[in-house]
């Protein structure tokens, strides 16, 4: 009887279960179903309004990519679920175009000798096209898997489709890595694409290429994942963040988001960057990255920035702050270029003789690099403190010269904390050379109100610029990726990072 008791009980417990996971599961397509409804609200706003050609054509290729996305994660959420209605007429695939040049791709199974001892007969094939690019020309790949049979046992065997990271889709992970890198490493909008292959013999709507964008994003999300976790497992860490525009409509007019970088430092072997989108420049999406909360867990190691007040919070709950002496640097550079300012001019000599240290030290182990700083760099940095404290004592209140001061002062503990560490930077120059190309590139990038949109390229910026830094051709990798993660099991994913990656023979 006892057993019998436990044993409803345990099935009593797993029903609860599953009805808890069934709920949630529900709440999770109404939520991606409204998204999908706004979005679909936001594309006849941006078509009615009186936007000029190119942001036209920025809004809507992102709403396309969102609601690809946003299908895909429904889809995801639970195959087994409801779907959602799908537009009755929907439109039928056309054949690729027969000038284009063909190769095929034969696929049969390893033996045709049946299970019974027959040699077993082929009676015909399933033929399966997929539209290839290399640049500058487009190519078919016909892939052929042979049916054969038993002619005793009626046994039909058959290779499997091949898995893809989109499912029956017709571009091969070459001509998606190329859209994938040119749009978020080579900074081309999808319409420039559209009309760049339309000229190689191939016209792919742009609706279609944000489609394509839309679901890669979603399936690259779990290596991004993962590299944020892999990142946070190093005690010292470069953050820095920079504007980006963002365009709604209905309000006609964009207002300024924010790209946030984190980075390991060059001493670290570990190569990688992570970006993070944000629809502001408050400190909390620092704190919600590096996972800080009021009861103090989170991420407690050494953060390089900028001195940006947002840093602030994450100080208090335990991180330690690192400046960056590149950016006192700079303004005594500033006092000198523009007034040739004797205090900038000074200053900048014993700046100059710190950065002489750090680049003859550049290649050494950490407890050397701290010890010739102990020896070479603290001297000229407590003669500089010790200058800088009497000149601040004669200078005008409120003058450029006094504010320049103030600011190292200010900072003075965290700008000179290198010294006595030989993991950490002079100054967080690595990370805004590896935040600079979203500086060029944001002129094409209008986030159509949307945060998935941005939250998206950061991610594929992520992947693209970790490999870039980490000697890796970026588009060789996201080829490479695309190839392998759809057989990829989910506890071997961290294989495919950037820094880990090694490419298939």
Same mark, same amino acid.
């Given at each position: 009887?006892?057993?019998?008791?436990?044993?409803?009980?345990?099935?009593?417990?797993?029903?609860?279960?599953?009805?808890?996971?069934?709920?949630?599961?529900?709440?999770?397509?109404?939520?991606?179903?409204?998204?999908? &409804?706004?979005?679909?609200?936001?594309?006849?706003?941006?078509?009615?309004?009186?936007?000029?050609?190119?942001?036209?054509?920025?809004?809507?290729?992102?709403?396309?990519?969102?609601?690809?996305?946003?299908?895909?994660?429904?889809?995801?959420?639970?195959?087994?679920?409801?779907?959602?209605?799908?537009?009755?007429?929907?439109?039928?695939?056309?054949?690729?175009?027969?000038?284009?040049?063909?190769?095929?791709?034969?696929?049969?199974?390893?033996?045709?000798?049946?299970?019974?001892?027959?040699?077993?007969?082929?009676?015909?094939?399933?033929?399966?096209?997929?539209?290839?690019?290399?640049?500058?020309?487009?190519?078919?790949?016909?892939?052929?898997?042979?049916?054969?049979?038993?002619?005793?046992?009626?046994?039909?065997?058959? !290779?499997?489709?091949?898995?893809?990271?989109?499912?029956?889709?017709?571009?091969?992970?070459?001509?998606?890595?190329? !859209?994938?890198?040119?749009?978020?490493?080579?900074?081309?909008?999808?319409?420039?694409?559209?009309?760049?292959?339309?000229?190689?013999?191939?016209?792919?709507?742009?609706? *279609?290429?944000?489609?394509?964008?839309?679901?890669?994003?979603?399936?690259?999300?779990?290596? !991004?994942?993962?590299?944020?976790?892999?990142?946070?497992?190093?005690?010292?860490?470069?953050?820095?963040?920079?504007?980006?525009?963002?365009?709604?409509?209905?309000?006609?007019?964009?207002?300024?988001?924010?790209?946030?970088?984190?980075?390991?430092?060059?001493?670290?072997?570990?190569?990688?960057?992570?970006?993070?989108?944000?629809?502001?420049?408050?400190?909390?999406?620092?704190?919600?990255?590096?996972?800080?909360?009021?009861?103090?867990?989170?991420?407690?190691?050494?953060?390089?920035?900028?001195?940006?007040?947002?840093?602030?919070?994450?100080?208090?709950?335990?991180?330690?702050?690192?400046?960056?002496?590149?950016?006192?640097?700079?303004?005594?550079?500033?006092?000198?270029?523009?007034?040739?300012?004797?205090?900038?001019?000074?200053?900048?000599?014993?700046?100059?003789?710190?950065?002489?240290?750090?680049?003859?030290?550049?290649?050494?182990?950490?407890?050397?690099?701290?010890?010739?700083?102990?020896?070479?760099?603290?001297?000229? &940095?407590?003669?500089?403190?010790?200058?800088?404290?009497?000149?601040?004592?004669?200078?005008?209140?409120?003058?450029?010269?006094?504010?320049?001061?103030?600011?190292?002062?200010?900072?003075?503990?965290?700008?000179?904390?290198?010294?006595?560490?030989?993991?950490?930077?002079?100054?967080?120059?690595?990370?805004?050379?590896?935040?600079?190309?979203?500086?060029?590139?944001?002129?094409?990038?209008?986030?159509?109100?949307?945060?998935?949109?941005?939250?998206?390229?950061?991610?594929?910026?992520?992947?693209?610029?970790?490999?870039?830094?980490?000697?890796?051709?970026?588009?060789?990798?996201?080829?490479?990726?695309?190839?392998?993660?759809? *057989?990829?099991?989910?506890?071997?994913?961290?294989?495919?990072?950037?820094?880990?990656?090694?490419?298939?023979?």
């Amino acid at each position: 009887m006892r057993a019998l008791m436990a044993e409803i009980a345990h099935k009593e417990e797993l029903i609860e279960q599953h009805r808890r996971e069934a709920v949630l599961k529900q709440a999770t397509i109404e939520k991606l179903t409204h998204e999908m &409804a706004v979005l679909k609200r936001l594309k006849f706003a941006a078509q009615s309004e009186a936007f000029n050609a190119e942001q036209r054509s920025l809004i809507e290729e992102t709403i396309d990519t969102d609601v690809a996305a946003v299908a895909k994660e429904i889809e995801n959420v639970d195959l087994g679920a409801k779907e959602p209605a799908q537009d009755k007429k929907k439109p039928k695939r056309q054949p690729l175009p027969p000038h284009l040049p063909r190769r095929e791709i034969h696929h049969e199974p390893e033996s045709t000798t049946c299970r019974c001892g027959c040699a077993m007969k082929r009676i015909g094939q399933d033929v399966a096209e997929k539209l290839d690019y290399q640049p500058g020309v487009f190519s078919v790949e016909r892939h052929i898997r042979g049916k054969w049979v038993c002619s005793r046992c009626e046994t039909l065997v058959q !290779v499997p489709v091949a898995p893809h990271i989109i499912d029956k889709g017709i571009p091969t992970t070459s001509l998606l890595a190329q !859209v994938l890198v040119a749009k978020f490493l080579d900074h081309l909008p999808l319409y420039r694409q559209e009309y760049i292959f339309q000229r190689a013999g191939m016209a792919i709507s742009r609706s *279609t290429l944000a489609t394509w964008v839309g679901e890669c994003g979603v399936q690259l999300q779990p290596l !991004v994942d993962a590299l944020a976790a892999e990142l946070l497992k190093h005690d010292v860490l470069h953050a820095d963040e920079t504007p980006v525009a963002m365009l709604k409509p209905g309000l006609k007019k964009t207002h300024r988001a924010y790209i946030w970088s984190y980075a390991t430092t060059s001493f670290n072997p570990v190569k990688a960057v992570v970006y993070d989108f944000a629809e502001s420049r408050g400190g909390k999406h620092a704190r919600r990255f590096l996972g800080l909360d009021d009861e103090g867990n989170g991420w407690k190691g050494r953060l390089v920035t900028d001195g940006f007040n947002g840093y602030g919070a994450c100080h208090k709950l335990g991180v330690t702050e690192v400046a960056c002496n590149a950016h006192s640097r700079r303004r005594y550079h500033q006092l000198w270029i523009h007034h040739k300012s004797a205090v900038g001019e000074q200053a900048l000599k014993f700046y100059k003789e710190l950065y002489d240290v750090e680049r003859r030290i550049q290649d050494l182990k950490p407890h050397e690099r701290q010890a010739v700083r102990q020896k070479s760099s603290r001297p000229v &940095a407590d003669a500089m403190h010790q200058w800088l404290t009497q000149q601040r004592q004669v200078v005008t209140d409120g003058s450029a010269t006094a504010k320049a001061i103030n600011y190292t002062l200010k900072r003075w503990t965290a700008l000179t904390k290198y010294i006595d560490d030989g993991d950490l930077p002079i100054d967080s120059n690595w990370v805004e050379n590896q935040i600079r190309p979203i500086a060029l590139g944001r002129a094409n990038w209008l986030f159509a109100g949307s945060l998935r949109a941005g939250q998206r390229a950061a991610a594929i910026m992520t992947l693209v610029h970790s490999a870039r830094i980490n000697g890796h051709d970026p588009y060789a990798y996201i080829k490479d990726v695309l190839d392998r993660l759809p *057989t990829q099991p989910a506890s071997r994913v961290a294989e495919l990072l950037p820094h880990r990656w090694q490419p298939r023979s």
